[in-house]
């Protein structure tokens, strides 16, 4: 081992006591969240740059405009915010990704999905993703909390109310990439969305394509019983594991990645048999790169693995893995299309 005056062995510590607190930055994410700082900040598209002592009357009637200030400084190395030095003084306004957290016309933003990963019942099972290696069997967070994720949310309305939202704000601005990069709904006439909660997405693939005359918003019945009326969608609750409605072709986002194989084997069984000849399967999942590598794109879909693994004892998945997972469910064609740097379209033709 080289000695410790050595420069690799000084960057060596260096990022190692990085990592042993990068818990630091999520946690000054979630705070600046919940304190609506990125909204302060951008106030109508303004998004002039402000001190926190000016941010702070904005967000709260008292507070301390210094320990904010600590919190956006750390999350400025990380790109969220930018800051400027005038006259001695800090002030900050948002980055492209700082934008992310803005709420929409809509009220949505990534906000709530930065909230979603660290309620209580997310902590705890952090601190028991070990167990992973040691059984396999049985998730953290199952561990943690005496129960898998999903039923877990179904019991609390809070937190499946957050983890409804969470998904509307990362799925909005990606349908809308979706639209514009994939042409593969035309044709279709009945669209069948698993586990399409609210049925969003839904809503946005028929406006894009209006010849597609019958959407299956298709989720578990006490989601869909709380969806709200859209048209030409007909909401259907259902279990995946046991059947799918039948449709030309069946739409699923985020769905087989927080599966084992075996499970995700049966969903797209499931699929198979409710799509005639020639239909398809359009699945927007994460997919891993082949090497590991330290490009942003790499470490963002490992980190999200990880989180998967912890929560829900699923995986994300490589394109050959997905591939044979076709292969086994019968699905004889499959491509990869890329029109997202997380998400990929995954095509299963019958």
Request: contains cysteine; hydrophobic residues 40%.
């Amino acid at each position: 081992m080289e000695k410790e005056g050595t420069d690799s062995r000084k960057q060596a510590r260096l990022v190692i006591i990085e990592l042993a607190n990068m818990t630091s930055v999520p946690m000054a994410l979630n705070a600046v969240v919940r304190l609506n700082v990125a909204d302060a900040i951008w106030n109508s598209g303004a998004n002039i740059p402000i001190s926190t002592a000016q941010i702070l009357p904005r967000i709260l009637p008292a507070g301390d405009a210094e320990n904010l200030q600590r919190l956006l400084r750390v999350l400025t190395s990380y790109g969220v915010f930018q800051e400027h030095i005038d006259a001695g003084e800090r002030k900050y306004s948002l980055t492209e990704v700082g934008k992310t957290l803005v709420t929409d016309e809509q009220g949505l933003s990534y906000g709530a999905y930065v909230l979603q990963h660290h309620q209580d019942a997310m902590m705890r099972a952090w601190t028991l993703a070990h167990e992973a290696v040691v059984d396999p069997t049985k998730e953290p967070f199952e561990r943690a909390n005496g129960e898998r994720a999903y039923r877990y949310y179904l019991k609390h309305e809070e937190m499946n109310k957050l983890m409804v939202k969470a998904m509307s704000g990362v799925s909005v601005p990606f349908m809308r990439a979706l639209l514009e990069g994939y042409d593969g709904f035309q044709g279709v006439e009945r669209l069948v969305d698993v586990g399409g909660s609210g049925g969003d997405c839904l809503r946005m693939i028929l406006q894009k394509h209006p010849t597609i005359k019958e959407g299956i918003n298709f989720d578990l019945p006490e989601v869909v019983a709380k969806a709200p009326p859209k048209p030409y969608v007909t909401h259907v609750g259902g279990d995946m594991f046991k059947s799918i409605p039948q449709g030309d072709a069946i739409f699923m986002k985020w769905v087989l990645t927080n599966w084992t194989d075996e499970e995700t084997k049966e969903i797209m069984r499931n699929c198979h048999r409710a799509l005639p000849e020639g239909g398809k399967l359009i699945a927007c999942e994460p997919t891993l790169p082949e090497n590991s590598d330290e490009s942003h794109r790499t470490r963002t879909l490992l980190e999200c693995d990880i989180f998967i693994m912890t929560m829900y004892n699923g995986k994300h998945r490589t394109e050959e893995q997905f591939r044979q997972l076709a292969i086994d469910a019968g699905f004889p064609s499959f491509r990869a299309i890329d029109v997202d740097h997380f998400f990929s379209v995954l095509e299963f033709q019958k």
